[in-house]
């Protein structure tokens, strides 16, 4: 079974920058599509982005659009999530989660999740 890891979350001053990775294990990461997705504190879980099984195609919310950045490195099995010009509402638990290949915004199509790491965006 696809097991997931975060981690690179953590307190950060507005305009600053983090990188989320997203470590996966148990199967080759390959064959999955990555999306990661947020929680803020009395809100629904939210797509962020996302990139394909072959990491040609990348997808973001507008919210991050200019701001994030989505890669995968297949000899590390791990994707990243590049933040930066980051605001106060960013401020969320963030997850990734894998689907069969192909990206999606719905966090309700993914099969495999992590247990998410905490990103505080403040002064």
């Known amino acids: 079974q696809l097991q997931l890891v975060e981690s690179g979350g953590g307190l950060v001053q507005p305009g600053g920058s983090l990188r989320l990775s997203c470590a996966a294990s148990g199967f080759p990461l390959p064959a999955y599509a990555i999306g990661w997705f947020r929680q803020a504190p009395g809100k629904e879980r939210e797509g962020v982005s996302c990139?394909?099984?072959?990491?040609?195609?990348?997808n973001y919310a507008d919210s991050v659009k200019g701001r994030f950045t989505i890669s995968r490195d297949f000899a590390k099995n791990a994707t990243y999530l590049q933040m930066s010009s980051l605001k106060p509402e960013d401020t969320a638990v963030y997850y990734c989660?894998?689907?069969?290949?192909?990206?999606?915004?719905?966090?309700?199509?993914?099969?495999?999740w992590g247990q998410g790491t905490q990103v505080t965006v403040s002064s």
């Open positions: 990139i394909s099984s072959s990491g040609g195609i990348t």
């Open positions: 989660a894998a689907r069969d290949l192909w990206c999606s915004d719905r966090p309700d199509v993914y099969d495999y």
